[in-house]
């Protein structure tokens, strides 16, 4: 399972494997609160500000070096909000987002404003924050654990390796951890 970038328009690139994103977090986290609510909530509406508190941080590790790099070549290239998204998608999941188009659904010529869009996007590509970030990462480690494997880092598209084979793991997360920005506004 690799966690990606998406905006209001829909996929943006490849961030990282379950592990690189952790690595990622637990470095750029330290260094400035910008960052650090980027990875708490799973999301940023301010890609200039965050771009900023990222220009100035470099690692000296190669892989975590590489997946900056990467991070600072996707924002730019995002509209609106920079959502981390897992983008697995259950049959529950593309039920609720056949659900969240119709309900964004404008007259033709109308255009949502910059609120609306990124509200679609936070349900449509449900934000992925510490707390599922976190809960993934234990589950990796305890499969890795029971396989004799070793993760991945950086932004590798699998994440464990055995000898010359390499393994995606998909690990869905209990819904309560998603948080409010994914959940359906409330009415009225």
Known sequence: MTYYLFDSRGF?????????????????????????????????????????????????????????????????????????????ETKEDAQRKDEIEKRYLLPKGKKPGIAARRQRARELYKPRGRKVQDFVHAKLIEIAGKMKAELTRGNHPFDLVIGDNVIDVIILPPDDLDGEHSRKPKSG
Not at 32 to 37: D, Y
Not at 44 to 51: A, G, K, P, S, V
């Open 12 to 88: 943006i690139g490849d961030i990282a494997s379950i592990h690189g994103l952790f690595e990622l977090r637990e470095y750029l986290s330290e260094s400035n609160i910008i960052l650090q609510e980027f990875f708490e909530n799973g999301y940023t509406e301010n890609m200039i500000r965050f771009l900023e508190a990222l220009s100035g941080t470099e690692s000296d590790d190669e892989k975590i070096k590489e997946t900056i790099l990467n991070l600072k070549d996707l924002i730019p290239k995002c509209r609106d909000i920079a959502i981390i998204s897992d983008a697995v």
